[in-house]
């Protein structure tokens, strides 16, 4: 039970820190005057609270159903973005039934484009590439990072995924961040 209360205490976390993220993205669309797509964003924030308060007491889901959920926050942010942010997501293997903890990987995407949206340049490409070894599921995010970056957000997001993953797996996960060449970030 206190292994539950846990778990909820660190997921809880994470809604207002994407609710946040969310809220700013349509507000800016608002500033820029572009209603349609303030409207789209809205209905967007809509289906993925949705699927917040479907899966409030589930720790886990399908694989699927998180990627659907990460297309709805990134549908957003490409309509603030528009151009600067380039999105590619790969799944090889068997997939179908794979669970991950809920929100999970949409906070190392949102953390991505949180942090790709400070590029000095016009391109932010992120690759999600998600693959099924068997035993093992691999999951590689790689991204571009700013040269210079003041943007220092809470920090929430990493330690967070760190610690469910850490109460759901022991010492069975890893989670690795490495910076690359050219200015990406995996």
Not at 91 to 118: K, R, W, Y
């Amino acid at each position: 039970q206190l292994l539950q209360v846990e778990l909820q205490s660190l997921k809880s976390q994470l809604n207002p820190h994407f609710l946040f993220n969310t809220l700013n993205t349509i507000a800016s669309l608002i500033r820029l005057d572009d209603k349609s797509k303030a409207i789209k964003a809205l209905s967007e924030l809509s289906l993925m609270l949705r699927k917040v308060l479907e899966n409030q007491n589930n720790q886990l889901i399908t694989l699927q159903q998180e990627i659907d959920f990460i297309q709805s926050y990134l549908t957003i942010q490409k309509m603030r973005f528009e151009k600067k942010l380039v999105t590619k997501v790969n799944i090889n293997g068997d997939t179908e039934h794979c669970e991950i903890p809920f929100m999970l990987l949409q906070t190392l995407v949102e953390n991505a484009v949180q942090h790709g949206s400070q590029l000095e340049s016009n391109k932010n490409q992120l690759t999600l590439d998600i693959v099924n070894n068997g035993d093992r599921l691999s999951i590689k995010l790689i991204n571009k990072v700013p040269e210079k970056c003041d943007h220092q957000g809470f920090g929430i997001g990493l330690k967070n995924c760190r610690q469910r993953m850490n109460k759901l797996y022991g010492n069975n996960f890893s989670l690795n961040l490495n910076e690359l060449d050219n200015g990406y970030f995996e």
